[in-house]
């Protein structure tokens, strides 16, 4: 996993790991997530923070060491840029920034992309789509569909 990453990016993360690593002895626990997590303006139950432990987890030791904490945070860069990606073809057919993509965007994209569908044939996407009948995809249904 470290392979993948800079000197430069896996010192950014051991950095964070110390934040979290109170005690210095190379392990996250739970009341060491807990701390930060407050720190931070949530406050999570012990039953969500033993979830967290035991996701990130795989070793079974009910703490995260640092090759966990890494897994974790790759993971979840990862996921970050799959969304801005994501959200990056929503807003192409998004065109009048609404939230919600309408017959006439669908249309105009697809035409600009030389995908001539028919009236009925971008109707039916619509409506297969339209989980709320209001006539338009929404950004959550679009990532469903992708």
Known sequence: MADALSE?????????????DKDGNGEITAEELRDVMRSLGQN???SELQDIVNELDVDHT????????????????????EEAELRAA????????????SADEMRRVMKSIGENLTDAEIDEMIREADTDGNGTIDCEFFWIML
């Open 62 to 81: 009910g703490t995260i060491d640092f090759d966990e904490f890494l897994t974790m945070m790759v993971h979840k860069g990862k996921a970050t840029d």
């Open 44 to 46: 999570p139950t012990e």
């Open 8 to 20: 430069e990016q896996i010192s950014r993360f051991r950095e964070a790991f110390a934040v979290f």
């Open 90 to 101: 929503f807003d192409v057919f998004d065109q009048d920034g609404s939230g919600t993509i």
